[in-house]
């Protein structure tokens, strides 16, 4: 019976800031909680000699260049605390995401307010899009108690747009909060990778981990939202190898986040600016991560980098008649439709994900459970708008 079981390990991310040179994650303070379980996959050339000899045998091959890879699956989650990162924010930027951490909730009075807007007070932030991404709520006066995505800001005017449009719209005796958070977007320019190692633990007592370690690491990530269940996020990281894995002792004990995934319960869930049920939602990022050829590599490749995304996904929604949503004509016609779901049962584990631009490839009927259905395929077509995600 092998000492060494899946369920026994753990994972480690560091950034790393210059490409060729390997940081080495903390095991403990760098540590990343994982879902059961992590996968390992060396991806190296088996390159044929194909000599004439005297047998029908053929000649043995040669192992070239090639890269590793990790699948790296997490739960979607807050970090327990309102404008920290979660332990999986690093992925998150390697994927080709920036954040921005708002550590201190934005909150004043409005000087203004529209059926989508509210112009925010004086003092806030003159940069465009500023606080896009970020949820707003109001907290006073006029049409307290609603919470919102903020869509787009102009830094001039201070006119944050909201979606969806307000139940009630606010006015200047409004009181607002920007929460706290911890904001993610796609971005072109500026991309980020990390290091990473894994350890495997012998269920013996005093016995050697066994190390796997990637650098020069990008990636790309899956989400998957169940009705009532936990929402995953699901990582792909592809990396140069370092070295082989080797036997280490075994690391301190990881530091976790304490926080739990909550359950997609008491959401907020619009589709085309109109409420909308589900039974199944996914989305794939789909980052292309490629390394170019590099002869004075040690396995013949450079560092990642992301070239190319083209997100997709699927909702399940719950048919409706045309007039309140019709997927068909929109499909037909090429029509974008913005998405956003919101959940989470307090400050630190709320998670807000907006997709500013759907545009359906598909419209077939379907059923769940003897409900009749619509099944959606789409494309996330906005440009570094592909999904924004706040945890706050």
């Known amino acids: 019976m092998s000492d060494y079981r899946i369920r026994n390990g753990q994972l480690a991310v560091e950034m790393q800031p210059d490409p060729g040179v390997e940081e080495a994650p903390d095991a403990a303070a760098d540590a990343i909680k994982v879902r059961t379980s992590m996968g390992y996959s060396p991806n190296f050339d088996s390159i044929d000699t ?8 053929q000649s043995a091959p040669i192992t070239g260049g090639g890269n590793v890879g990790f699948t790296l699956p997490c739960f979607l989650k807050g970090s327990g605390t309102a404008g920290t990162a979660p332990d999986f924010g690093k992925l998150i930027r390697a994927c080709g995401l920036s954040e921005t951490l708002t ?10 307010g529209a059926a989508s807007t509210i112009t925010l007070h004086a003092g806030a932030s003159a940069v465009d899009e500023a606080y896009k991404g970020m949820l707003i709520s109001t907290t006073g006066g006029t049409g307290p108690g609603q919470t919102r995505v903020i869509a787009g800001y102009v830094g001039s005017t201070k006119v944050a747009t909201v979606y969806p449009a307000w139940t009630v719209t606010p006015d200047e005796t409004t009181t607002f909060s920007v929460h706290a958070n911890a904001a993610y977007r796609p971005v072109s320019v500026g991309l980020e990778r990390v290091s990473i190692a894994t350890w495997q633990h ?3 007592g005093g016995n050697a981990s066994r190390r796997r370690r990637l650098m020069d690491g990008m990636g790309t990530f899956r989400l998957g939202i169940p009705p009532r269940g ?7 990281m592809t990396g140069n190898l370092p070295a082989a894995p080797d036997d280490v002792s075994k690391p301190s004990a990881p530091t976790y986040q304490s926080s739990e995934p909550g359950p997609f319960l008491a959401a907020q869930a619009y589709l085309g600016g109109a409420k909308v049920k589900f039974a199944e939602f996914s989305f794939d990022l789909a980052g292309d991560v490629q390394q170019f050829d590099d002869p004075e590599a040690a396995y013949g490749y450079g560092p990642a980098d992301i070239l190319n995304r083209v997100s997709t996904g699927s909702i399940t929604p719950n048919l409706t008649l045309n ?19 919101n959940w989470g049962p307090a400050a630190g584990k709320r998670v807000s994900l907006y997709f500013p631009a759907l545009r359906y490839t598909g419209n077939t009927p379907g059923e769940t459970r003897g409900f009749a259905t619509e099944q959606i395929p789409f ?6 708008g592909e999904v924004w995600m706040c945890i706050y």
């Open 103 to 112: 550590a201190a909730a934005v909150s004043d009075t409005a000087q203004a």
């Open 50 to 57: 194909d000599y004439l000899q005297a047998s029908l045998t």
């Open 202 to 204: 012998s269920s013996v």
């Open 323 to 341: 007039s309140a949503r019709d997927a068909f004509s929109d499909w037909l016609g090429s029509t974008s439709r913005a998405l956003w779901l």
């Open 379 to 384: 494309r996330s077509v906005a440009e570094d």
């Open 230 to 236: 936990l929402a995953t996020i699901d990582f792909t």
